[in-house]
């Protein structure tokens, strides 16, 4: 599985992006895929994760700000993020999850830097 994440930026505190993750390969063993970031000098973090069936799951930090959804037909995930705050700022990596047979697959990130 290939995951190729994109639409990070520049933005100013209270603005919105949206990120996308297109996947490729081998997408039928995927049970769930999610987003996770990682901020500088700290570890990487779940945001928010979608399983096949669309049941989401979000970080504490980022309910009701972020929303997580995919295309299935377009085999892309999206991250809509609004409201964001300074400490968004960090890599967002996209990670698909074949549960049966733990594996993971990382896209190469993308960064989101929030300015106050």
């Known amino acids: 599985v290939q995951l190729q994440a994109s639409g990070g930026g520049l933005v100013q505190a209270g603005g919105s992006l949206r990120l996308s993750c297109a996947a490729s390969?081998?997408?039928?063993?995927?049970?769930?895929m999610g987003w996770y970031r990682q901020a500088p000098g700290k570890q990487r973090e779940l945001v928010a994760t979608?399983?096949?069936?669309?049941?989401?799951n979000y970080a504490d930090s980022v309910k009701g700000r972020f929303t997580i959804s995919r295309d299935n037909a377009k085999n892309t995930l999206y991250l809509q993020m609004n409201s964001l705050k300074p400490e968004d700022t960090a890599v967002y990596y996209c990670?698909?999850?074949?549960?049966?047979?733990?594996?993971?697959?990382w896209g190469q990130g993308t960064l989101v830097t929030v300015s106050s």
């Open positions: 390969g081998n997408i039928f063993a995927i049970n769930e």
């Open positions: 990670n698909a999850a074949d549960l049966v047979n733990w594996k993971h697959y």
């Open positions: 979608i399983t096949s069936g669309g049941t989401v």
